[in-house]
């Protein structure tokens, strides 16, 4: 039932995106939810805590039952749920096999994406190096190259001809490159996938608000 | 089958071990496997390249599916061979929602884990400090002690996600058996030792336990101190 499950989340998060993605095409609008500010350092607030001991969003809850890590969260609902909404693993070997292996690439894209855009919020100053700055951005450009590869034969979803995991999964972190100034021109197959999947209804629902009326960031682009 | 599988893999790698830890709970021994070598630069051969672009080991194959994410490969494993072998993933809700929060901690345990015993590989000289590597010992620790408290919440004898052996224990008892390889003290670290010795017997774990740290049974002592 929506309204066992509680979501704290913060605008922009890629992790807290995919909950409310998977959420919503499992019909399981109405579920509890609060918006919570990084910047006001609520991510360490009680109640996350009492809810995620690592102090970081999401913090979900199904029933009493946590499930902090985005994707364990968004596995669960695909189990529980399997009969409502859009059937996000499909029972056929091949086309999970492939939803599985992309589904898990993701955390190497999300990975290349971060030590780019946070290089100078994770590293310390008298740390940071031009060579690793460089080397950062050339792997990360590899990895969107291998997604672009991807996308070549793409119907407008990751794997195959429908919506699914994988599509949960990736969509959020493909949607924050190019709000950080990513080039469509450079990545089109990209662009395509980002933009085809803006207006599918659990997407628009959950799109982060803080970026409805913000100016797109230039970071990526030269990427 | 598993004559229908290949793995190719390596000594000592957490994701390779997890795969083989599943192969073995499925009864799928007797898969196609190669060896490779990481100090002669095989996970970058042509033989890897053609079915794992990234040039990463494991490459999984299943007749025509290719799945080189450790993760996707056990998910896999346990959703085509449901009804053979261990049961991986528990019906119970509670179990199984603790199996899948463990299983993607796992994926943070080897993060920080690797950000330790790697640092050398994957930072080039020029680029290294003390005072990052001390930083990123002091968040292994942290994290360390995150899982000592899960295992001490659950009791003695206790797999990661309750009563049962789960995927969770198939993804992460790789990593714990590489924190214990680098020299964590067990002493320091009771509720992991204790769960390190429980794994460490099972059949799975023992026909997979990596070929050079049974030739050369002591490790290193990178952890001792931490």
């Not at chain 1, 291998?146 to 034969?153: H, I, P, R, S, T």
């Not at chain 1, 990513?182 to 799109?207: D, T």
């Amino acid at each position: 039932m929506a309204t066992d499950i509680t979501l704290l989340w913060a605008s922009g998060s890629h992790a807290c995106w995919r909950v409310m993605i998977a959420l919503e095409e499992k019909n399981l609008q109405g579920y509890n939810q609060k918006q919570l500010y990084f910047e006001k350092g609520e991510h360490k607030s009680k109640e996350v805590l009492e809810i995620n001991p690592r102090g970081q969003l999401p913090a979900f809850k199904c029933g009493d039952l946590p499930l902090n890590e985005s994707c364990a969260a968004c596995f669960h609902l695909e189990c529980k749920y399997k009969s409502q909404g859009t059937k996000l693993i499909p029972d056929c070997e091949e086309g999970r096999a492939l939803i599985l292996q992309r589904v898990f690439e993701v955390n190497a894209l999300a990975e290349k994406s971060s030590s780019v855009l946070y290089y100078n919020w994770r590293v310390p100053e008298g740390e940071r190096h031009d060579s690793a700055v460089k080397r950062n951005k050339e792997a990360l450009t590899a990895e969107l190259k291998l997604w672009e590869g991807y996308l070549q034969a793409s119907s407008g979803f990751i794997v195959g001809k429908n919506f699914s995991l994988a599509d949960v999964i990736v969509y959020p972190a493909v949607a924050y490159l190019f709000q950080n100034g990513l080039s469509e021109q450079r990545y089109p197959k990209l662009a395509e996938y980002y933009k085809g999947l803006m207006n599918r209804p659990s997407i628009k629902a959950s799109w982060p608000p803080t970026w409805k009326n913000a100016p797109k960031q230039e970071t990526l682009k030269d990427i | 089958m598993a004559k229908d599988m290949t793995l190719l893999w390596v000594t000592g790698s957490p994701p390779c071990w997890r795969v083989m830890i599943a192969l073995e709970e499925k009864n799928l021994q007797g898969y196609n496997q190669k060896l490779l070598s990481f100090d002669k630069m095989e996970h970058k051969s042509q033989q890897v390249l053609d079915i794992n672009p990234r040039g990463q080991i494991p490459t999984f194959k299943h007749g025509d599916n290719v799945i080189n994410e450790s993760y996707a490969a056990c998910f896999y494993l346990e959703s085509q061979f449901k009804s053979q072998g261990t049961k991986l993933i528990p019906d119970g809700p509670a179990e199984q929602a603790l199996m899948y929060q463990r299983m993607f901690e796992g994926l943070t345990l080897y993060e920080k884990l690797s950000a330790v015993v790697f640092y050398e590989w994957s930072v080039p000289e020029g680029e290294r400090h003390e005072s990052a590597l001390k930083r990123n010992k002091e968040a292994l620790v942290t994290e360390l002690k995150l899982w000592e408290g899960y295992l001490q919440k659950l009791g003695s004898g206790s797999y990661l996600a309750g009563p049962s052996f789960t995927l969770a224990d198939v993804v992460v008892f790789p990593t714990v058996g590489m924190v214990f390889r680098f020299g964590l003290s067990p002493e320091r670290y009771p509720k992991l030792g204790e769960y390190h010795n429980l794994l460490k017997e099972r059949p799975s774990v023992k026909a997979s336990w990596p070929p050079h740290w049974l030739e050369n049974p002591k490790g290193q002592d990178t952890l001792k101190d931490i």
